[in-house]
Every structure is written in C-alpha cells, then in structure tokens.
C-alpha cells in the first residue's frame, strides 16, 4: 500500500496544559488516513479535511524527524514544559500503519524524544509496535514510556467487520501481554464501545477480567461518537451489514448534536451499564499517578489527579469537590510549595492537605480508592 508524501510547516500540537485522559502535554500526526478502516473513525468526518477515501489514500509527513528535531530543541523553548507525555497517535492516522514499516517515520520520532528526555504515551491498534519494544523497555526504565492498545470488542469476528483492516483483538492482547512481561506500563483504550455491538455488561466486564489477567494498568471506557455526514454514513452502512435492526437504536440515540454525543434515555442506559462494571473492577479506570512522567511538573500532576478524582467520582455516584479544587491549584501562583501564604485558607482542612500531598507528590488513599486500587469507597471523600 502506497502513500502521497508530502511536508509539513510544523508536526507538534502543544496543548495549554496535561490533559487528564491521555496525560498528554503535547502530540503528533505523522500520518494522514488509516488502513485499519474501523467503521466508528472519528476520523472521517469532513472538519478533520482528510481528502481522499480515508482507509486508502494515506499521506505520510515525510519530513516529520527534522521538524521534531527542531520543535524539541531545548533553545527554543520559550516557557518551562509542563512534563506530560507527547502522544503518539491521534484521529487521523494510526502511528504505527502498515507504511510504518517503508517510511519509519514513527521510529524516528520515537528516538528523537528519547534523545531529548521526553517521556511518550503510544494509542495503537497496530502489533507493530513490538518492532520498537527495545527502546519503549529503555525509556520505560525511566519512567518516560506507556503504551495503550485501543479495543471496540475483544470478539475477533465483530473485529473483523468493523475493524477490517487492523489486527484481531487476539493479536493486541498478546501484545499487550508480551510489553507488561518486559516491564512497559500499558493499558487499554476501550474506546469506542459500539451502541447494541459490544456495550453489554458481559463485553465489558470480559474486557477489565481480560486486562487484570494480563497485568493491564488501566482500562478506559468510552462510548461512540457519531457525526453527520461521512462518518455516519460510512459507519451505517457497515451497521447494515451486521444487523440492520439496529437502525432505528442509532437513529433515537444520534441526533443532531455538534460533537456527535448520544442522545437520550438509551444514551444513559448504555452509559450506566458501562459505569457499573467499571466501578465494580479494582482496575483504574484513568491513567493512574504511578504511570506519570517522573519530570511532570507538581502542580500540573496535582491538577490532573484532581481531575481523574472528579471523574470517578462522578462514575461511583458520589459527592466531591474535586473540580472546584482543580480550580485552586490552578490559580496558585507560581512556585508556591513551602509557603501558601493564605492562598488555601478558604478551605476546608481536608480539602487543603489533600492540595498540599498532591503538590508534594503524594498519592492519597482517597486517589487510589476513586480510581479503584484501593478498598472501600465509604469514607475519605472531600466533600
């Protein structure tokens, strides 16, 4: 399978902060389209401008490594980074496609943040990845590599309709299972559950069993965006194939809203179905403070646990302030660890040693309870 080469005027996309999902400070598209042609791709839809039919006219960045090489360069960082993973993969183009193999432009880029001391976060489908498990074991041995493995189903027959040109949910565990035995931290993306398709109680639970089988460090489910136009048309005529009753389940649920969000009552149901495996696995359910960037800066790793805290709040139905404390630890001023001068005075005790163990690199009981490695979520919640 051939692709279109071609340059581009920058490759980093650097966000404002470290996102709480990905645990990302920063990423990258190397390439354009992707063969795995999965049914659900986000990807398709027109505001991402891929031309072309997405599974089959790729387009390759060929001169990514030298922009990388120059976008990382320790000069011409204007302000201190932040210290989250830049990750490896995206919407529009899985990182380690067949074409990896000619043009490794993937690799590239792998060596060029482990030169600078970067730390990276790889979201795959691909068993490609193994090419690259010596390096991932020596950056991981630094605390500055995470590999996530993306799932819709475990079933390797849904897989093959609606995920035709990647590799089986079979061949992913196994590979999942070979990076935790060399000591890679690595989770899974379960992402996106299909409506009717792979959100039943029974699928999930058979996944986080799977991942805890496996040594898996998290699991994160999500549920399926569909928007108008390419996307949804595309994604409906693959749904036909596999069973046309499920139509009008997808017409009351995808209605016109502008990111492609569920809709309704059987929105809620799936989404309840999904929250109660989940709370009831003693796997996270994010990315856990234990598989951070040891250079991730204080104040943005307390924002962020603060953040997955506030999440799984929410997911076990219980009470909290955690977003409201995200918001204070935001506005503290710079460099304030050793003395707060009154800037936490306003809060509760509980609520102001929770902010200070954070910031001091704490993980609190109550952190690892939410998030599920702990016992017991009846006691300790701020709030």
Known sequence: MGATETTAKTILRKHKGVDSWFVSSAGMNLYRGCPHNCAYCDGRDERYRVEGVFER???????????????LEPRRRRKP?????????????????PIEEHYRVTRRALELLDRFGHAVHILTKSTLVVRDVPLLVKMAREGRALLSMSFSTLDDDVAALFEPGAPPPSARLEILGRLRAEGIPAGIFLMPLIPGVSDSEEAVAAVFERAGALGLEYV??????????????????VLDRFDPSLRPLYERLYTENRWGAPQGEGARASENRVNRVAAASAIP???????????MDPRWRARVMLSQMDDMSRLHGLGGRYR??????????????????????????????????LLDGATPPEYSRLLGEGPGLDKGIVG
Do not use: W
Not at 339 to 356: F, H, N, P, V
């Open 57 to 71: 006219d790729l387009v390759v960045k060929v001169n990514a490594p030298e922009l990388l090489a120059r976008e």
């Open 220 to 237: 994160i489910p999500a549920g399926m965006t569909l928007k108008g136009g390419r996307q949804r048309d595309h994604f409906l005529g």
């Open 324 to 357: 409201e404390l995200e918001k204070v630890t935001a506005a503290l001023p710079e460099g304030l660890f050793m003395t707060l001068d009154g800037a936490l005075d306003a809060l509760k005790k509980t609520e102001r040693d929770l902010i200070l163990a």
């Open 285 to 295: 359910k994010r990315i856990p403070a234990a598989c951070f960037p040891p250079a």
């Open 81 to 97: 980074s932040p210290g989250g993973f830049m990750l490896l993969g995206g919407g529009v183009g899985d990182s380690y496609m």
